[in-house]
């Protein structure tokens, strides 16, 4: 599957977030698969140091690479406070997944069993 | 007061069958309601200035002054509905923001991606991959004007009220048939959407919620579960059912209008 260079970013970034540690560009290579090459994910995580949103460190021949608090991540977190305040904010954004009842996580736990299959 | 004048104020009746369509195509089902609000919203509140006016200048003052502030009401709420959504969207986020916050969030914001460390937390590699997909394609799609557009329509006329909700579903199912596409998997896509909603709920069980049909998640999963039946025949015809019977009333009622000078 062929990935675009922004969205690359993204997967890394989110990526290093998920992680417990620093990551290695080996160990980012390994968690996105197998198909991005070892340059590439050193490119981007070079880049990612570049514009503050990791930082990195020496270990043995590599650099690890830790995900930074950065400025649009400030920006997130104020807005989320100010949203917090707002009486409607399930209208105001566009969210991922909306709140889930009792009855809809029996069905969504069927339905992930039967996609199993 | 015509009775014309009563079919472009309670069109939007009709179009609450929209608001059922969840099994049709997202893509063409939200133009449909974006378009036919706005269309409806605009035929109402010009059918309430046009006959304010037209029952005023023939001496009905009280018929004509009561639907005069009708009208003013339509305006002026259209107009703090959308101051509000200004503010909310003033906040600048570009490309993908990370939030250092364990309660898996993720949402899609005009500029960019907002994504918190407990939602990537929450999902495997790729799985995180469909949900980055997901909301790239709210911020590329511009979904934000569809919604926007549903909530001014029904600031100006209340009866458009049930199509938030169903044009808020078809956005996001919209977002979701583009993540199946562009990681070429619906059930992983599926997968993704179920797993962050579960995970959303398990980080707040303090707020049980209780509902009696299945709410918009699941319906979601188990639409990109099931492979894609376009209707497209029925949703051409209601479309020109609806618009022609608006546009066909609302002619009339300026044409009554007219008439009077």
Request: aromatic letters at 6%; charged letters at 20%; glycine letters at 6%.
């Amino acid at each position: 599957m062929r990935r675009r260079s922004g969205e690359l970013e993204s997967e890394v970034l989110a990526a290093l977030w998920a992680a417990d540690g620093a990551m290695t560009p080996a160990q980012v290579q390994a968690e996105l698969g197998g198909d991005l090459a070892y340059t590439t994910v050193v490119t981007i995580l070079s880049r990612l140091h570049e514009k503050g949103a990791a930082a990195r460190e020496r270990q043995g021949r590599a650099y690890a690479y830790s995900p930074v608090q950065d400025e649009p991540g400030r920006t997130a977190g104020r807005m989320r406070k100010l949203l917090d305040a707002e009486p409607d904010r399930r209208l105001v954004l566009t969210r991922f997944v909306t709140d889930l009842s009792q009855e809809d996580e029996v069905l969504l736990r069927q339905l992930l069993a039967d996609s199993d299959g | 007061m015509d009775d014309g004048a009563l079919v472009p104020l309670l069109a939007p009746m009709l179009a609450w069958a929209l608001a059922y369509c969840r099994s049709w195509p997202p893509r063409a089902t939200s133009w449909l309601i974006a378009g036919i609000c706005a269309l409806l919203a605009l035929a109402s509140t010009v059918t309430l200035a046009v006959t304010a006016v037209s029952s005023l200048l023939s001496g009905s003052v009280l018929v004509g002054s009561g639907l005069a502030v009708l009208f003013l009401a339509a305006v002026c709420s259209v107009g703090v509905a959308g101051w509000h959504r200004r503010q909310a969207w003033r906040i600048p986020v570009d490309g993908l923001a990370l939030l250092p916050d364990d309660e898996p969030v993720a949402y899609a914001l005009p500029g960019g991606v907002v994504v918190s460390r407990g939602m990537v937390r929450a999902l495997a590699a790729d799985q995180r991959r469909a949900l980055l997909a997901h909301e790239r394609a709210h911020v590329s799609l511009r979904h934000h004007r569809f919604v926007l557009f549903v909530d001014l329509a029904s600031a100006a006329q209340p009866l458009l009220w049930p199509l938030r909700d169903a044009v808020r579903y078809t956005v996001e199912r919209w977002a979701d048939e583009v993540a199946a596409a562009d990681t070429g998997d619906r059930v992983l896509t599926a997968r993704a959407v179920a797993t962050a909603a579960l995970a959303a709920r398990h980080s707040r069980l303090s707020v049980a919620s209780l509902g009696i049909s299945a709410g918009p998640v699941p319906q979601r999963v188990a639409a990109l579960l099931t492979p894609v039946r376009p209707r497209y025949r029925i949703l051409a015809l209601l479309t020109v059912v609806l618009v022609g019977v608006v546009f066909v009333e609302a002619t009339e009622a300026v044409l009554d209008l007219w008439q009077l000078f």
